[in-house]
């Protein structure tokens, strides 16, 4: 399968501070991307689809200034968290579609976020 | 929106046993997909399907999507203790934006 790579693996930050994390689509190029996120023991919820060189779509209830979404290039989406509080502590997902949207997905390893 | 209802919400088997887990939905999904979670980890596609009755394995995995294209199922045959993690059913949304639903999840226990 192909493979979408997520940096970086597990981050600590301080409550107040912003944190970027990065998906990249390795062996293909990636018009949309899609970002998720999961507390433990539960499943994954998507947060927002993020479309190569247009904003980003967020889901009802996402905040857009909370999770900037930066889509600059067909192998690489970015989302910051801004001014993390403790709350945002959770495991973030992205994934991509090598074909069509509608087609298999491929997900990333994976973000640990704890802000302490 | 569309959900999908996914069960047993966990299961404790022994070495050996086949699996069964299934995931259904009151709205109609254009695609199936079926993944397994380990700890710490992304989600890894295990079996995709995309036409209704389509029945579909991977080594000692077999999946079918489901005839109204508002089931499908999920059976393992004789487990082993690799197995153990959480699957998720996930479909496609209707409107074909690649937006992916996923279910609850089935935890699986393989005890040796």
């Known amino acids: 399968g192909a493979v979408v790579s997520q940096h970086p693996s597990w981050v600590i930050c301080k409550s107040g501070t912003s944190v970027k994390i990065e998906c990249r689509s390795l062996?293909?190029?990636?018009?949309?991307m899609f970002w998720y996120r999961q507390f433990p023991k539960q499943s994954l919820m998507l947060m927002a689809t993020s479309n190569e060189g247009s904003k980003a779509t967020y889901e009802q209830g996402v905040e857009k200034d909370k999770f900037l979404i930066n889509h600059a290039s067909l192998t690489l989406s970015t989302l910051t968290v801004t001014s993390a509080h403790p709350e945002d502590s959770s495991f973030y997902i992205c994934s991509a579609s090598v074909e069509a949207p509608g087609t298999e997905a491929f997900f990333g390893q994976g973000t640990r976020l704890t802000v302490v | 929106g569309q959900q999908l209802n996914q069960s047993p919400q966990s299961m404790f088997i022994q070495e050996g046993e086949d699996v069964s887990m299934n995931c259904t939905s009151s709205s109609i999904f254009n695609t199936w997909l079926w993944y397994k979670q380990d700890p710490g980890e992304g989600p890894v596609l295990l079996i995709a399907?995309?036409?209704?009755?389509e029945l579909t394995s991977n080594g000692r995995l077999t999946a079918q999507f489901g005839i109204t294209r508002k089931d499908s199922f999920l059976n393992i045959s004789a487990s082993i203790p690799s197995d153990v993690g959480i699957y998720f059913c996930a479909g496609h949304d209707s409107g074909n934006t690649g937006k992916l639903i996923f279910g609850q999840g089935t935890t699986l226990q393989v005890k040796p």
């Open positions: 062996d293909f190029q990636a018009t949309t």
């Open positions: 399907l995309y036409k209704a009755g």
